[in-house]
Nanobody, 120 residues
Framework: VQLQACGGGLVQPGGSLRLSCAAS????????MGWYRQAPGKQRELVAT???????NYGDSVKGRFTISRDNAQNTVHLQMNSLKPEDTAVYYCHANIVAYGSIWASDFWGHGTLVTVSS
């Protein structure tokens, strides 16, 4: 099982970016998918998560600006980021809680991270 994220880059303040992450491999089911970020010198923090049933959870700093969505059939999760601010600059990590085929337990999987830089 692996997670592959894409969509990071450089954007000006006030701009938008869309991150995508696809889970692949011998996947039986996925419960939670989401995004976390880590800025230089800071701890990793929650950006947004979504459950298989569609419920969502957002970090306080991104509420009203970011939207998470998920395609259960494709095992993908997307993060639409609008009104970006310099403080959104960070490496964004895709996360998923996955039950692999042959396992009865869910495990946490992480993507390699994609850099988002918000700067003029």
């Amino acid at each position: 099982v692996q997670l592959q994220a894409c969509g990071g880059g450089l954007v000006q303040p006030g701009g938008s970016l869309r991150l995508s992450c696809a889970a692949s491999g011998r996947i039986s089911s996925i419960t939670v998918m989401g995004w976390y970020r880590q800025a230089p010198g800071k701890q990793r923090e929650l950006v947004a998560t979504t459950s298989s049933g569609g419920s969502t959870n957002y970090g306080d700093s991104v509420k009203g600006r970011f939207t998470i969505s998920r395609d259960n059939a494709q095992n993908t999760v997307h993060l639409q980021m609008n009104s970006l601010k310099p403080e959104d600059t960070a490496v964004y990590y895709c996360h998923a809680n996955i039950v692999a085929y042959g396992s009865i337990w869910a495990s946490d999987f992480w993507g390699h991270g994609t850099l988002v830089t918000v700067s003029s």
